[in-house]
T-cell receptor, first 116, second 114 residues
Framework: DSGVTQTPKHLITATGQRVTLRCSPR?????VYWYQQSLDQGLQFLIQ???????AKGNILERFSAQQFPDLHSELNLSSLELGDSALYFC???????????????FGQGTRLTVV | GQQVMQIPQYQHVQEGEDFTTYCNSS?????IQWYKQRPGGHPVFLIQ?????EVKKQKRLTFQFGEAKKNSSLHITATQTTDVGTYFC??????????????FGKGTLLTVNP
């Protein structure tokens, strides 16, 4: 158990709908990352938050958004869903990142999203 | 933007053979990390390399970080069926202040024939 909790584990929804994925990071971790994993694209970095602030953006679509709340949990919102959005969405958290400290990411179990 | 390339994409070996996966970054890295993802599972952290030219060993696994801190390799000696999975490298780069960005390679899927 990595200490990172993601809910729900599975989600099936129709095209055009909107869903929210939730992530609770490890206790004390300030950094949260969201990744999308599909068979052909590997682990695609979507977005990073650090202590409530957006810090880095990757290949995140405009239809997707995220936020990190004061209690450090994070949500990823996916709207106007398309069939191609079907994938495994991982959240990861890491300790406060300072030079010289460990910065490894701890992954949750993921949310498998199926758009039909 | 930063790219992390990993080869090969797939590797099938007979049990007992060695295996190596290589990782190259387009930019200098603060550190490089390696993860393993078993089929149906989530990525699990294996190791982090920080220093130029660093070599670390974990039993049958040997990890190297290049002198220029832009490339890395993972070598498994005498593979076992329990080594099956996808091995990802992930480059950590300082993108300003205390912000670090972790970029994953596409991974190498290792299958082992018993």
């Amino acid at each position: 158990d990595s200490g990172v909790t993601q809910t729900p584990k599975h989600l099936i929804t129709a095209t055009g709908q909107r869903v929210t994925l939730r992530c609770s990071p490890r206790s004390g971790d300030l950094s949260v990352y969201w990744y999308q994993q599909s068979l052909d694209q590997g682990l695609q970095f979507l977005i990073q938050y650090y202590n409530g602030e957006e810090r880095a953006k990757g290949n995140i679509l405009e239809r997707f958004s995220a936020q990190q709340f004061p209690d450090l949990h994070s949500e990823l919102n996916l709207s106007s869903l398309e069939l191609g959005d079907s994938a495994l969405y991982f959240c990861a958290s890491s300790p406060r990142t300072l030079v010289g400290t460990n910065t490894e990411a701890f992954f949750g179990q993921g949310t498998r999203l199926t758009v039909v | 933007g930063q790219q992390v390339m990993q080869i090969p994409q797939y590797q099938h070996v007979q049990e007992g053979e060695d295996f190596t996966t290589y990782c190259n970054s387009s930019t200098t890295l603060s550190n490089i990390q390696w993860y393993k993802q078993r089929p149906g599972g989530h990525p699990v952290f294996l190791i982090q390399l920080v220093k130029s030219g660093e070599v670390k060993k974990q039993k049958r696994l040997t990890f190297q970080f290049g002198e220029a801190k832009k490339n890395s390799s993972l070598h498994i000696t005498a593979t076992q069926t329990t080594d099956v999975g996808t091995y990802f490298c992930a480059g950590m780069r300082n993108s300003g202040g205390s912000n670090y960005k972790l970029t994953f390679g596409k991974g190498t899927l290792l299958t082992v024939n018993p």
